[in-house]
């Protein structure tokens, strides 16, 4: 399952929760949850969708050695770079 379908399954789940609330804490958490997951999938999407728009490093695990995206990696499995000094 792509990240994107996760992300709005866990949206999913918490409007479920919400419907069965009353309580403002719980309703303003369900609600800050689906809107977070709701972005991230947008965000995944995007990134799918931009993939040979963005600025990859040299030898990035998500090209094969012709430089092309492989299509076996997804976007989410790219490790994170810190480029601060």
Request: without cysteine; aromatic residues 6%; proline residues 5%.
């Amino acid at each position: 399952m792509s990240m994107a379908k996760q992300f709005r399954a866990k949206a999913a789940e918490s409007a479920e929760s919400l419907k069965h609330t009353v309580v403002p804490s719980e309703i303003r958490e369900f609600q800050r949850s689906i809107n977070s997951f709701k972005a991230l999938a947008e965000n995944e999407d995007w990134l799918t969708a931009n993939f040979d728009k963005i600025v990859h490093s040299l030898g990035s695990p998500l090209e094969d050695t012709s430089g092309k995206p492989d299509a076996d990696v997804t976007v989410h499995e790219v490790p994170e770079v810190d480029l601060r000094h």
